[in-house]
């Protein structure tokens, strides 16, 4: 379960107040994979980073009963001069999960070769989204915060990528942002829609594809 009491978050945008969550309330069920769609703008990667804590709303609260990740593919919290091997014993020893264990992981999954002992700065792109992803399905939450994250990498690696995700999903939930619709139909069945700060939670997906592609005409 994820409730949001009273989520309001603003911006100062060119010296004016910006709401992008106007005084939510609204409680999304656990194990389920919702797409989250909204307009460019409408708020989406706040309210994502908002969930995952790393922005404080203005006004009211998140309040959670499991264990929720952090933005798969975000990257920013890497120190970039640890290599990708220390960033992930950091990221264990933070989320309590064995040492030794995520890191063959995730060197495994992420087959840089020995630019997994190299400072994360000196990375590619892709190197860099084959180590975000792989630290972030190496731990098992219950629910994924997921953006686009199957899009990232070579076909071989998207394959590779789609194929855990899959696997997580048959235990987890996630919310789920996406410009490919048929990718999310194929991953979730039911949609919250964003739209001028709130928020409305749909149980059957075609139905929330078919309001937020009215939105987006308008």
């Known amino acids: 379960m994820i409730r949001f ?38 708020g989406k990667s706040t309210l994502m980073n908002m969930i995952a804590g790393n922005l404080r709303p203005d006004h009211g609260q998140i309040v959670t009963d499991g264990t929720i990740s952090w933005p798969v593919g975000f990257g920013g919290s890497f120190h ?35 630019h997994f002992f190299m400072p994360v700065r000196t990375y590619s792109s892709g190197m860099r989204s084959r180590l975000t992803f792989g630290i972030s399905m190496g731990i098992e939450f219950d629910t994924y915060l997921v953006d ?14 789609k194929a855990l995700f899959e696997d997580r999903m048959s235990r987890s939930g996630a919310i789920m942002v996406n410009h490919n619709l048929n990718e999310l139909r194929e991953f979730c069945d039911e949609a919250i829609v964003l739209e001028h700060g ?20 308008t």
């Open 198 to 217: 709130h928020m409305t939670y749909f149980k059957d997906i075609d139905e929330a594809i078919a309001v937020h592609t009215e939105n987006m005409m």
């Open 80 to 114: 970039p001069e640890l290599t990708g091997a220390q960033n992930t014993r950091f990221i264990a020893r933070v989320y309590g999960v064995d040492t030794g264990e995520l890191i063959d992981f995730v060197r495994d999954f992420a087959d840089i070769g020995q």
């Open 5 to 42: 009491e009273n989520l309001t978050k603003s911006f100062m945008v060119n010296g004016r107040r910006k709401v992008v969550i106007d005084n939510l309330n609204l409680t999304l069920p656990t194990g389920t994979s919702l797409a989250l769609l909204g307009r460019n703008g409408a």
């Open 148 to 161: 686009e994250v199957t899009s990232a990498g070579d076909a071989a690696f998207k394959a590779k990528s």
